[in-house]
């Protein structure tokens, strides 16, 4: 007897599984703001002082914390991690064969 299951499995990406466009980025921008705001936790820091720190005003901070991440590049982000004492390191390669399609990820 076969049971039938009430869920789906995750492809790993749950931007992807929601099928919002650009998962990828969705998913890269995602991660890389968990570890800004993991930064600003550890540290400590208000969202006042965060924003100073950013270049940036407290709303943004607090949008940043509640994951409302429309108005963040992955550039911008990478930045305030900068901004943070974080080196941000990009490697290229070629997508192996196996995959249908190349890959964004933030290691």
Do not use: C, W
Request: aromatic share 4%; net charge positive.
């Amino acid at each position: 007897m076969t049971t039938k299951r009430d869920y789906q499995m995750s492809s790993g990406n749950v931007f992807a599984d929601l099928g919002l466009a650009r998962p990828e980025e969705a998913l890269a921008k995602a991660e890389l703001a968990n570890r800004i705001l993991s930064i600003l936790r550890k540290r400590r820091l208000t969202q006042i002082r965060a924003a100073q720190m950013l270049g940036v005003d407290q709303p943004k901070i607090s949008a940043l914390s509640r994951g409302r991440l429309e108005g963040y590049s992955i550039e911008r982000l990478m930045r305030f991690l900068v901004l943070l004492g974080q080196d941000v390191e990009i490697h290229v390669k070629q997508r192996p064969r196996a995959k249908s399609q190349a890959r964004l990820l933030v290691a």
